[in-house]
């Protein structure tokens, strides 16, 4: 007589834990990180100073504390996205913080992200500081191309990769707990630089019978051609050589500088997005080799850091 054979269960593959996560600051930016972090089951903490804000994260799922140290108290990892690095001290004075892992993606100043790595360090805290590269929509959509530059402690980050990984791409810049404030500011400087270089080009034509729609994809496509001229300038800083395989040098584009201006007068332009750099250009011609490239002018801009007081 044949024997029944129980069927074998199927194998389970292993659940890995979600980790619990507070946020203090519920702004359009910390909105969006809560948002992502409960649909990825993130169990969730939220503070602000304004309660009505949380009303649609509690709908959510989200826990709200009643003040910022209930909120730190739920959870090891804390993650911080205030107004100022004034508003985190203010939220944070008096809070316990002993054993906790601090993720700051407030926006700082370089040394203000020190200061408070070190502020964080004499309270028994574990520090990582974090500098969005993101417009709030852009968080959680994950072909956004939304980032977070991170630094300070190699390990914290290790860590909590995998959870700070949730709403937007992370990018770890190292252990200077300031670098990822300088990676941020460097890169929104450069963008303001394009921001400029975009509305004088507008501005020539706006007076004409052309459309700023037909100049756009011109201006798209040119800026584009362009941007990877940032790591030639990148690799003459590194080996100090400005002059070797110059194709525009720096005495042929002092020189075109005056079509420039012309054209902007006789167009009615305002040429003062342009006036300080096109300076820069004629005083590195004054002070150096008309061979070289514009990368001279990354030396002009830099000063002598003041002694620490």
Not at 227 to 252: C, E, I, K, W
């Amino acid at each position: 007589m044949a024997q029944n054979n129980p069927e074998k269960p199927a194998p389970t593959t292993p659940v890995t834990p979600v980790t619990p996560v507070t946020l203090l600051g519920l702004g359009a930016m910390g909105t969006a990180l809560a948002r992502t972090w409960l649909a990825a089951g993130h169990p969730l903490t939220v503070w602000n100073r304004s309660t009505a804000r949380a009303a649609a994260l509690a709908a959510a799922g989200a826990r709200v504390a009643d003040d910022a140290a209930g909120a730190v108290a739920a959870n090891s990892l804390v993650v911080v996205c205030l107004l100022d690095d004034a508003s985190v001290g203010e939220v944070l004075d008096g809070v316990d913080l002993d054993g906790k892992d601090v993720v700051n993606l407030t926006t700082t100043t370089p040394a203000q992200a020190r200061a408070r790595a070190a502020w964080a360090g004499e309270r028994g805290a574990r520090y990582l500081d974090g500098g969005i590269m993101a417009v709030p929509p852009m968080i959680g959509v994950p072909d956004a191309g939304a980032y977070v530059f991170y630094s300070g402690s190699p390990e914290l980050f290790e860590r909590h990769r995998a959870t700070l990984a949730v709403p937007a791409g992370t990018t770890y810049v190292g252990e200077d707990a300031g670098f990822a404030a300088l990676h941020d500011v460097a890169l929104l400087s450069a963008m303001y630089g394009m921001f400029a270089g975009a509305a004088h080009a507008f501005a020539l034509i706006r007076a004409e019978d052309i459309d700023p729609a037909s100049l756009a994809p011109l201006l798209t496509d040119w800026l584009g051609a362009m941007a990877p001229s940032v790591h030639q300038t990148a690799a003459r800083l590194n080996s100090g050589d400005y002059t070797t395989g110059v194709v525009s040098n720096l005495g042929m584009q002092v020189g075109g500088v005056a079509t420039f201006l012309d054209t902007a007068e006789q167009q009615g332009v305002n040429p003062e997005l342009l006036l300080p750099y096109f300076e820069l250009m004629r005083r590195r011609l004054a002070e150096g080799d008309a061979g070289e490239d514009l990368t001279g002018v990354v030396d002009l801009l830099v000063r002598p850091r003041r002694p620490a007081v």
